[in-house]
């Protein structure tokens, strides 16, 4: 009796770990395959797009604060970015993500170099953010980091229309007290500059330049081809970043 009870034990507990080996094992492939397609492999337009607007809004709300402290260690974090992008691309399950992080490099040290010592200029600011522009064209002409130079460019290119934006309805000047005044003053300016965008000129502009944003982010939303997806987001986050901070001036 004692023999069959604990026979019995036995093959109950040999049944309990096996249960709890075979949920560990579906655990840890669920793990993988959600890593996987969230973040290191997307196979949705979905996915790669919500990827670029979250990196596109890194360099606006984490680097910004930073550089402006500290500019000569967010140039010094470059390197840091461009290291993880080296080691996470040198393998297939984390290829996509080291690509991705190679576009928010060029990103990012062009906004540590700009804010950190040239933003009292708008007019150096685009050509400072096109540093990387040469090896993401290269890069992209011999099939090499489409991803991230596609980020790059997404993020660069929003850049330059919301600019233009700017350079058209002659916001310069209070871009240019932003900068200098302290920030007690920071919401008067913003406000006058706001005022100026609220004219018929400033809303046509808005909705010419967003319209023009949409169609491409929508292009290339509808492409097979996980580079496009990052660029479409881009391009959307440039939109949401501009328009959360219109909507700020406008209280």
Known sequence: MDDSNSLNGHLTLTDSLKENSAFAAFATKQTAIFGKTLLLNPQSP????TLGILLVSVPVFFEAPLVRTVPWMSVAL????????VRLSRHPQTEFFGDLLLGLSWSWLAGAIYWGWFRWEPLWHLPIESIGLPIALWGLHRGWGKVGHCFYLGSLLGTAITDLYFYR???????????????????????????????????????????????????????????????????LGTLLVDSLFVALAAF
Do not use: D, K
Not at 220 to 230: F, T
């Open 46 to 49: 979905w996915i790669g797009a």
């Open 78 to 85: 470059t390197g840091l970015w461009l290291w993880g992008s």
């Open 169 to 235: 309805l002659n916001l310069m000047p209070y871009w240019r007290q932003l900068m200098v005044s302290p920030p007690a003053q920071s919401l008067s300016i913003v406000q006058a500059g706001f005022a100026q965008v609220q004219t018929r000129e400033g809303a046509v502009t808005a909705i010419v330049a967003a319209s023009g944003l949409l169609i491409l982010a929508w292009q290339a939303w509808r492409s097979p081809q996980r580079h496009h997806w990052v660029f479409s987001g881009t391009l």
